[in-house]
C-alpha cells in the first residue's frame, strides 16, 4: 500500500510545494522511501529512501521545477526495498511520460518472462510498476508521436489493463498533461480535487482525501473503477470510463490504511471505524464477560475504541501512550525488528491497568506479535484479566493486490479457533468483529451499497485471475524482502 499524488497548476507556476504538503499528509502510506518527479521542458526528479521531510530538502525545491509534477510514497511489497526501486519512474523516450501507482501487478513475473522477454525490454528495478510503465508508454509510441490526447490515453490505459493484471491505481504526467486511471476493479483509491486561484485552476489527484484538504484543494469526486482521467494542454479535465469491471474498493482502506480524516469512495474513514467500534462492543456485551475499561491501541483503534466503550458504559482510557517518532511497526523489515520496535513504541499507564479487567483494542491482529506483546504489557501492569478485541475479522488469506500481508503462514488466525488464538496471545479471551457486521459498519458510512474487496478475510479475490502460481511467486518475493 503506498501514497501518491499528481498535480496540474496553472502556466508557470510551481507544483512542488502542494506535492510536498501532499505527501506529509499521506505518509502514514509509506515510509520506506519518497520520491518527486516535475515536468518543465523536461523531467526532473527526486528519490530517495527514507521519510518525505528526510528525502527532501530546500535545495530539492529550488531545482523541482513546472506546474506538472507526481509524488509517491513507498510502502514496499514487491521487491527488496532497494533505492532503484522507488518510485516515481519515468522515460524521456521515445514519449516522456511519468508515473506512480499504488497497488501490486500480480502477473509481473509472468510478463517478465513473456511480455518484456519477447521485446527485449530490460526493466531497471525490481518494482512492478515498470509493467505498467511500459504497456502504457508503448501503447502512446505505436499512436505517433505528437501531444497526447484523451483518447490516446484511454487507448493506452486499455491496453494496461487488458495485458497488466492486479490491482494499480496510478497517477502520472506527461510532457502535455496529467493522467491517472483507477484500476479495473477499483481496489485502490484516487480522489480528483482542484483548487481555483487567481492565477487559474489547479489540478490534483490522490490516493487519499486529506491530501486535497492540505494542500487547499476541493473534492471533485472519486475516479470510478476502471475510469480514466487526462488533462491536456486545454486544461479541460476529460474522463472516459476504460473498464467494465465491478467496483470493489479494499475494505482494509477504512480498517486501518486510511487516516480517519479521509473519506474513500464517499465514506467517512472515522464514521465507519465509529460504527466499527459500536458493533464490537454490542458483540462484547453479549458475551457476559465483564470489563472495566476499553484501551484502544494507539493510533488506528482510538476512534472505534470510544464508541466500543461508549455501547459498553465503560470508559476509554489511554493505557497506551505512543512514542510517535519510531514508525509504523509493521512497516519495519523482518519480525525481530517489528517486536523490539513495539516494546519501545508503546508504554503503558500502570493505573490504567492495575487489578482491572481490560479491553485491549486493536484495528486488526495480522501476525500477532503487536498483540502478544500488549497482553504481556498488560499483565506485567497488574491487569486482573485481558481481553483483546479486534474490529475487524480474523485475517486469514494474503493481499494479492498491495497490502504486506502477502505469506499465508503469517497470519496467527490461520487454523486456530479462538480460544486457540487467545491462549496463543496469552489472552484470557479474544473477540474479532464479524465479516458480515464489518461490511455493514462500512457501508452505513456512505452510500449504504458498497460492495468491497475483503479478500484477505475470505479468501475470495475479486479480479477471478489469481492462481496459486501467482500466490507462490509474491510469497518467495515476500520471504525474500522479509530476510534482506
Ligand atoms: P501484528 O503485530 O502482525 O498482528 O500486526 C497488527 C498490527 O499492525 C495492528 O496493530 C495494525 O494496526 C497494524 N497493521 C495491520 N495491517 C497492517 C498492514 N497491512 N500494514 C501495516 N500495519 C498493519
Redesign the pocket.
Known amino acids: 500500500?503506498c501514497g501518491f499524488i499528481s498535480i496540474f497548476g496553472p502556466g508557470d507556476s510551481d507544483a512542488i510545494h502542494d506535492v510536498l504538503s501532499g505527501l506529509l499528509a499521506i505518509q502514514h502510506r509509506g515510509q520506506d522511501a519518497a520520491g518527486i518527479v516535475t515536468f518543465k521542458d523536461r523531467f526532473q526528479a527526486k528519490k530517495g529512501l527514507g521519510l518525505v521531510r528526510e528525502v527532501f530538502q530546500e535545495k530539492h525545491l529550488q531545482r523541482l521545477h513546472g506546474p506538472l509534477a507526481v509524488g509517491h510514497v513507498r510502502?514496499p511489497t514487491v521487491g527488496l526495498g532497494e533505492d532503484t526501486d522507488v518510485q516515481p519512474f519515468w522515460l524521456d523516450y521515445p514519449v516522456g511520460v511519468a508515473m506512480a501507482h499504488n497497488g501490486n501487478v500480480t502477473n509481473f513475473h509472468e510478463l517478465k518472462r513473456t511480455y518484456f522477454g519477447q521485446r527485449q525490454i530490460r526493466l531497471a528495478s525490481n518494482c512492478d510498476l515498470e509493467a505498467v510503465l511500459y504497456v502504457f508508454a508503448d501503447s502512446l509510441m505505436r499512436r505517433g508521436v505528437k501531444p497526447i490526447t484523451a483518447d490516446d490515453a484511454a487507448a493506452a490505459t486499455k491496453e494496461v489493463f487488458d495485458r497488466v493484471k492486479g490491482a494499480y491505481s496510478v497517477v502520472g504526467i506527461t510532457a502535455d498533461g496529467m493522467y491517472a486511471f483507477r484500476d479495473p476493479y477499483g481496489i485502490k483509491p484516487i480522489i480528483f480535487g482542484k483548487k481555483v486561484t487567481p492565477e487559474g485552476t489547479w489540478y490534483a489527484c490522490a490516493s487519499e482525501s486529506v491530501v486535497l484538504d492540505v494542500a487547499g484543494y476541493e473534492k471533485v469526486r472519486d475516479l470510478a473503477a476502471g475510469e480514466m482521467l487526462w488533462i491536456g494542454q486545454d486544461r479541460v479535465p476529460q474522463f472516459r470510463q476504460v473498464g467494465d469491471k465491478p467496483h470493489r474498493p479494499c475494505i482494509?482502506e477504512y480498517i486501518?490504511?486510511s487516516r480517519p480524516d479521509s473519506f474513500l469512495d464517499e465514506t467517512s474513514v472515522y464514521e465507519a471505524r465509529m460504527e466499527l467500534g459500536r458493533r464490537l462492543g454490542r458483540a462484547f456485551a453479549e458475551t457476559g464477560h465483564t470489563a472495566d475499561v476499553v484501551i484502544p491501541?494507539p493510533e488506528?483503534?482510538k476512534t472505534a475504541g470510544q464508541t466500543m466503550a461508549e455501547v459498553l458504559g465503560l470508559p476509554c482510557r489511554e493505557g497506551f501512550v505512543k512514542n510517535r517518532y519510531i514508525g509504523?511497526?509493521?512497516?519495519m523489515p523482518n519480525d525481530k525488528a517489528?517486536q523490539d520496535s513495539?516494546r519501545a513504541k508503546l508504554n503503558p499507564i500502570r493505573a490504567e491497568f492495575e487489578g482491572k479487567n481490560v479491553i485491549i483494542l486493536?484495528?486488526?491482529?495480522?501476525?500477532?506479535?503487536?498483540?502478544r506483546q500488549i497482553v504481556k504489557i498488560a499483565r506485567q501492569m497488574g491487569a486482573a484479566k485481558v481481553f483483546l478485541a479486534s474490529y475487524s475479522p480474523p485475517?486469514l488469506f494474503p493481499?494479492l493486490y498491495g497490502?504486506?500481508?502477502s505469506t499465508k503462514r503469517?497470519f496467527?488466525a490461520r487454523d486456530r479457533t479462538n480460544k486457540e488464538i487467545a491462549a496463543e496471545l496469552g489472552a484470557d479471551y479474544v473477540i474479532y468483529q464479524t465479516i458480515e457486521e464489518m461490511v455493514d459498519a462500512v457501508r452505513t458510512a456512505g452510500n449504504g451499497k458498497l460492495e468491497f474487496c475483503k479478500a484477505c478475510f475470505e479468501g475470495v479475490y475479486p479480479t477471478g485471475d489469481i492462481t496459486e502460481g501467482m500466490i507462490h511467486d509474491i510469497e518467495v518475493d515476500r520471504m525474500a524482502a522479509s530476510k534482506s
Open positions: 500500500m510502502y482494509f486501518y490504511f491501541v488506528s483503534a509504523r511497526t509493521f512497516i517489528r513495539i486493536d484495528d486488526s491482529i495480522v501476525r500477532g506479535n503487536t498483540s485475517l493481499c497490502i504486506d500481508m503469517e496467527v
